[in-house]
Every structure is written in structure tokens, then in C-alpha cells.
């Protein structure tokens, strides 16, 4: 029985060292894969950061085109208004110049 323990207890010894090493070698992965998932989440929040950012000055970029629009929109209505009201004040005018003439020709 002596020739059958000596081996099994050297193969249950290699085993045993053998579950060690690939218990130190899963933790080691184990280790090396948290801090890689750390590494890409902060890389992660950091897009998203700068997504948000993008997102806020594109809203304030959109924003400021909307009020520059209505701001057109006025000056425009305001210059046609002008400028309707100065060809009343030029036919005001001229139809003034035309009753001037005629009451110096009479």
C-alpha cells in the first residue's frame, strides 16, 4: 500500500500547489480586470461629460440663432414700415412741390 500513498500523496501535493498558483493567477486577472474597468468607466464619464457639454452650448447656440431670427424678423418689418412711410413722405412732398408750382404759375 506504500507504493500506491507515496505517489497519490505527491499527485494530492501537485494538485494542491497547482490550485494555489491558479487560485493567485484568477485573482491576479481578477485585479488587472477591476482596474481596467475602472480606467474605462472614467473614460466613460469623462464622454459623457464632454457630450453634455456639447449638448449645452449647441441648446444655447440654437437658442441664440432663435432669438437673432426674431430680432431679423422685427428689424426687418420695422425697415419695411420706414420705408413705406418714407414714399408717403416723398409723394407728401413732391404732390406739396407740384400745388407750389401751380400757385406760382397762376
Known sequence: ???VELPAMVVALFLMVGSVVAKVFTAQMISR???QIGHVATIKQ???ARLK???SQKA???QNKGSLINK???LTK???RLKKEMGEIEQDQDAR???SEMRRSE
Do not use: S
Open 97 to 99: 412741390k407740384q400745388r
Open 53 to 55: 457639454m456639447a449638448q
Open 72 to 74: 431679423k424678423t422685427k
Open 60 to 62: 444655447v447656440a440654437v
Open 46 to 48: 469623462e464622454a459623457l
Open 78 to 80: 420695422r425697415l419695411n
Open 1 to 3: 500500500m506504500e507504493a
Open 33 to 35: 480586470m477591476k482596474h
